[in-house]
């Protein structure tokens, strides 16, 4: 069922035909309103700021600020949207440095704009972390989804249940079942060594 009001979206990457041409695949059929859009990273980072949409749709290979650096530098604003990477490249180590900087999702260029929109709305609704199939790091093979993950990132900061479950937009009994089944993966006993983990 579509939200009541739309998903709005700043968009960024420094080519503007492209711009035009997702904007117009997100926006068709009203679910989506792109409300901004920059041409590079220290302007996306003002826009959003400035407008504070639900979701950052970012390239990752802009000028002035690179979209890894735009996502780092949102990682502790507590309004921050959801960040969707945009890439041209599907590899491995650079898939998980965008998740591990703050990125809800990841998505290449070379998918129909269908599946952008598709993966905007998503990432609103936090579905778990979409979607280029996510190699796994080949170094440490993690038995945590990516929301467990998410969760434990955020207790590691030192943010309580509450203030989890707000910046996930889920419950706090649900922050609690993800803490429960990081417990139980990792067989540790508590928050510390989980974050030692």
Not at 137 to 148: A, F, I, M, Y
Request: no cysteine; net charge negative.
């Amino acid at each position: 069922m579509p939200p009541e009001t739309p998903v709005t979206v700043v968009l960024a990457d420094d080519h503007p035909a492209f711009r035009a041409g997702i904007r117009d695949a997100l926006e068709k059929g009203g679910q989506v309103a792109v409300v901004g859009e920059a041409a590079d990273g220290t302007e996306a980072l003002k826009v959003v700021r400035r407008l504070r949409p639900d979701v950052l749709l970012l390239d990752m290979n802009m000028p002035e600020t690179s979209g890894p650096e735009v996502a780092a530098a949102l990682q502790d604003d507590p309004e921050a949207p959801r960040i969707l990477a945009l890439s041209a490249y599907n590899d491995s180590a650079y898939i998980h440095g965008l998740l591990d900087a703050g990125a809800a999702g990841y998505i290449t260029k070379d998918q129909h704009p269908t599946a952008v929109r598709e993966a905007v709305l998503a990432v609103h609704r936090g579905e778990g972390r979409w979607f280029v199939p996510i190699p796994r790091k080949p170094e440490t093979l993690s038995p945590l989804t990516g929301r467990e993950h998410e969760v434990l990132v955020l207790m590691a900061r030192g943010l309580d249940n509450a203030a989890i479950g707000e910046r996930l937009r889920i419950a706090e009994n649900t922050v609690r079942n993800h803490l429960a089944a990081v417990y139980a993966k990792l067989d540790v006993g508590s928050a510390r060594e989980a974050v030692s983990w």
